[in-house]
């Protein structure tokens, strides 16, 4: 999923920060990459059990700004192969992926409040007004 924010006058990477100190928080080691026009943080959990990578792009300058929040891909064929898996035996995978899917939407929906209460704080501040 992504959203736009428009006249929000925030620090691309301040907020980048705080998209990193969220997942952080959420037990994801973390690899950073800024790119031209884009800031990149990807994260992998540290329990696998638990879940798969996650991809987080946020893009466009301190008005007009993007956020992409990509979960892995594990789940994607759940519901076109879940009854497959069963009928074959694979009821486990089956759970697995459904428990990835669980644990992805859990944590979409916590990033968007995390990311929304980020942009609230970070209005008209500077990562060079901190320094």
């Avoid at 037990?27 to 026009?37: I, T």
């Avoid at 992409?68 to 009854?83: D, K, M, Q």
């Avoid at 944590?107 to 060079?128: H, I, M, P, T, Y």
Wanted: with cysteine; proline share 3%.
């Amino acid at each position: 999923m992504k959203e736009r924010w428009i006249r929000e006058n925030v620090d691309l990477d301040l907020l980048c920060q705080s998209v990193s100190h969220f997942l952080e928080e959420k037990r994801f080691v973390l690899k950073l990459e800024k790119l031209k026009n884009e800031l990149r943080v990807y994260g992998w959990p540290l329990d696998r059990e638990e879940g798969g990578p996650v991809l987080v792009k946020i893009y466009g300058n301190s008005n007009d700004f993007t956020i992409e929040f990509v979960p892995g891909e594990s789940f994607r064929g759940l519901r076109i192969l879940g009854p497959l898996y069963s009928l074959f035996g694979g009821g486990s995978l089956w759970l697995r992926e459904l428990r990835a899917r669980e644990f992805f939407e859990r944590l979409e929906e916590q990033f968007w409040v995390a990311v929304d209460e980020a942009v609230a704080n970070l209005r008209g501040k500077s990562s060079a007004k901190l320094g």
